[in-house]
């Protein structure tokens, strides 16, 4: 059978650190609250030059490097943001352009926080379908730009960032969940929530970017909920127990979040990966950013089964099980 292997792993962060200590001198807000809250302690912020492209480019090379890859061997470039650098064309081709490996395929996805689960679900099926060998796949966010920093109920929350991974075809791999590779993923979406979290603006409503707009209370019940939900369903399409997890890498929005949801599944604290302290909620870019440092800092090693879940705006929401 054929199996889509993660080959390497890598991310980029914005040259500014702004802390809670910082932040409360600008926003009627305190440490204490966003710490009890939400976890989050820091995030970073970009500055001039820093765009969603050149962060998606840095993650993609330390990928590329870390997979011992050249860009030119690369068929296919999936990038995940809500935040592009331009209406059009896609933040991917710019990506492209940068690392020189122009013509092969390059497109964005728009699922919010939960676009590196849909950008790797696509790229994994488009790969499995013969559309090349060798993909990135990209979460990059400058979410900061998007902000409204009067709105303490959501500036907080949310820093700049960007992860990617290099993912290869195996054409004749063996079954099941011990072989390397991404066993099971499920996506979701609900068109219904749209107003629980969305952005204020776009080309065809308002002609302007608009600012992010959050019921923080409302998304985070449903986020427990459904982020539960999909992770039985992959546990069960790939026929393993929750204990036989070794890692959890959640989307990065909350503590709390984190806590319920593994709280659910009966799944220790222990093995649940955690930056959204160092990070705040980098949307699309939280999954590949956490899982690139837990990879650096020697927690997820080869042989390990890892579990990826998000859940964002839309709403949409997915998960997926990998053997690295
Ligand atoms: N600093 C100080 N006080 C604040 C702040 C702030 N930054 N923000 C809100 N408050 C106040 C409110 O005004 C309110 O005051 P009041 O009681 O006098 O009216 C009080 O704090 C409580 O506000 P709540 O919104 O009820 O606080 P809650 O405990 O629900 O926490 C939070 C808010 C952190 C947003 C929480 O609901 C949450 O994390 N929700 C999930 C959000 C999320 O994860 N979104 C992302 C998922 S999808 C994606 O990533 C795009």
Redesign the pocket.
């Known amino acids: 059978m054929t199996r889509t292997l993660l080959r390497g792993t890598g991310s980029a962060l914005p040259g500014t650190v702004v802390s809670n200590h910082e932040l409360a001198a600008r926003?009627?807000?305190?440490d204490e609250?966003?710490v009890e809250?939400?976890g989050i302690r820091q995030r970073y912020i970009a500055g001039e030059g820093e765009t969603t492209a050149t962060l998606a480019t840095e993650a993609a090379r330390n990928a590329l490097a870390d997979a011992g890859m050249d860009a030119s061997e690369i068929d296919l470039i999936v990038l995940a943001t809500a935040t592009p650098d331009n209406t059009f064309p896609a933040t991917a081709t710019k990506v492209q352009q940068a690392l020189g490996c122009n013509g092969c395929i390059a497109f964005d996805v728009a699922a919010?926080?939960s676009g590196f689960l849909y950008a790797i679900a696509t790229a994994d099926s488009m790969l499995k379908t013969g559309m090349g060998q060798k993909a990135l796949v990209i979460g990059a966010e400058t979410f900061s730009r998007i902000l409204d920093w009067e709105d303490?109920?959501t500036c907080?929350?949310f820093g700049d960032g960007a992860g990617a991974v290099v993912l290869e075809l195996d054409a004749d791999a063996a079954a099941g969940p011990d072989t390397p590779g991404i066993i099971a993923t499920r996506l979701h979406a609900d068109g219904a929530q749209h107003d629980l979290?969305y952005v204020d603006g776009g080309p065809s409503t308002t002609q302007t970017v608009g600012h992010l707009r959050?019921k923080?209370?409302e998304?985070?019940r449903h986020?427990v909920v459904n982020l539960a939900s999909v992770l039985h369903e992959v546990i069960d399409d790939a026929g393993i127990s929750a204990e036989q997890i070794d890692w959890v890498v959640p989307?990065q929005?909350?503590k709390?979040?984190l806590d319920a949801t593994a709280r659910k599944l009966r799944i220790p604290a222990e093995k649940v990966i955690v930056t959204v302290d160092q990070h705040a909620?980098t949307?699309a870019a939280s999954v590949p950013l956490a899982l690139d440092t837990a990879r650096r800092d020697g927690r997820i090693k080869a042989g390990d089964l890892v579990m990826l879940e998000a859940?964002?705006?839309g709403f949409t929401w997915g998960a997926s099980l990998i053997r690295m």
């Open positions: 926003v009627d807000t305190s609250w966003i809250r939400t919010v926080c303490r109920t907080v929350l979290l959050m923080g209370r998304v985070f986020a989307h929005a909350n709390r979040i909620n949307s859940m964002g705006g």
